[in-house]
Every structure is written in structure tokens, then in C-alpha cells.
């Protein structure tokens, strides 16, 4: 809201310590359980990978995902 109200983009954003440190467990935790089971893992930038789902159909792109097919990697150039 601040850094609405005062037109600061680069303003710094409340954090609040245990939320975060739950978020980062489960995301370690989905990108380390993928990794094991061969499958791809990374991160994406939300907007591409709405893009992705979007352009290719959250059906399709979970089930390339499942087979262990690329999912990130369906789109090299942005």
C-alpha cells in the first residue's frame, strides 16, 4: 500500500518471517522431490508459465510434465 500511496516501485515489502520460511521449505521440497523422480524442475517466471498454459492447455502441458517431458522447456525464446 505504501509504496503505492508514496509511487515507490523499488520500495521494500513487509516480510514476515515464518510465512516465508514455510513457502521456501515447500518449494525446496517440490523442486528437490521432482529432481528425484527425473523430472523437470526449476523456476519459471509467472507470467511465462501462464503463458505456457495458455498457449498449449493446462491439460497438455501437465500431462508432458507427468511422462517426464519438457514443460519449461516447450518454449526456448521469449
Request: proline share 5%.
Amino acid at each position: 500500500r505504501l509504496s503505492v500511496e508514496r509511487r515507490e516501485p523499488m520500495m521494500d515489502i513487509e516480510n514476515h518471517e515464518l510465512p516465508r520460511l514455510l513457502a521456501d521449505s515447500i518449494q525446496l521440497g517440490l523442486l528437490r522431490g521432482t529432481r528425484t523422480l527425473g523430472m523437470e524442475a526449476g523456476f519459471l517466471a509467472l507470467p511465462r508459465a501462464l503463458w505456457l498454459l495458455l498457449e498449449y492447455g493446462v491439460e497438455e502441458c501437465a500431462n508432458r510434465w507427468l511422462r517426464q517431458e519438457p514443460f519449461f522447456g516447450l518454449r526456448k525464446e521469449w
